[in-house]
């Protein structure tokens, strides 16, 4: 297993790759073009916000309904925004409306169920590091599938509840006393 940083003047990238598969890495493969094909792999803030809404409700999950209100509120992002989020989720089957005056939202399966992949598919559609990888040098090419494969992975394995339990875990006490 190789394994190593590669510099370009913008950035770092990681870079490790199985002997088995005989890379080698040599100057045809261009780091600048890496780190601009790799920064095309960004998730909006539709994703971004849109796991925001999902982990609030996980961390409610049978508790009753929650406004997009409170969780714009306790997370200082516009309700506006959320409320166009809601509706693909919504349709997705992950969300449901209550109505009336405590009304909200709730999730309609278990936290345990959604994954993060699930929902960045619903809000961004495919996940792909890059665009028509077929046209790549073969090297290159089996890079970016390696690299879709292992997000992919990620995505597909980490639950709603998994981000909820860890933003609960890893929230820091308001004060540290040190003696």
């Known amino acids: 297993m190789y394994s190593g940083l590669a510099r370009n003047t913008k950035s770092y990238i990681h870079l490790s790759m ?8 040599t100057s045809t493969l261009d780091l600048n073009l890496l780190y601009e094909r790799w920064n095309e792999m960004k998730i909006s803030t539709k994703g971004r916000y849109g796991l925001t809404i999902m982990i609030e409700l996980a961390k409610r999950y049978g508790k009753g309904p929650t406004s ?11 309700e506006h925004y959320l409320e166009q989020l809601i509706s693909p989720l919504r349709n997705a089957g992950f969300v449901k409306s209550i109505r009336g005056a405590y009304g909200g939202y709730v999730l309609t399966q278990k936290p345990s169920q959604i994954t993060a992949g699930d929902v960045i598919r619903v809000l961004e559609g495919p996940i792909t590091p890059v665009e028509g990888i077929e046209d790549e ?3 290159k090419r089996q890079l970016w ?25 890893t929230e820091p006490d308001a004060y540290m006393y040190y003696i």
């Open 145 to 169: 599938i390696r690299i879709r494969d292992a997000v992919k992975d990620v995505l597909d394995s980490t639950t709603i509840e998994d981000l909820a339990k860890y933003r609960e875990d």
């Open 18 to 25: 199985s002997s088995r598969m005989n890379w080698k890495l």
């Open 137 to 139: 040098e073969p090297v």
């Open 68 to 78: 997009l209100k409170s969780i714009a509120q306790s997370q200082n992002l516009s």
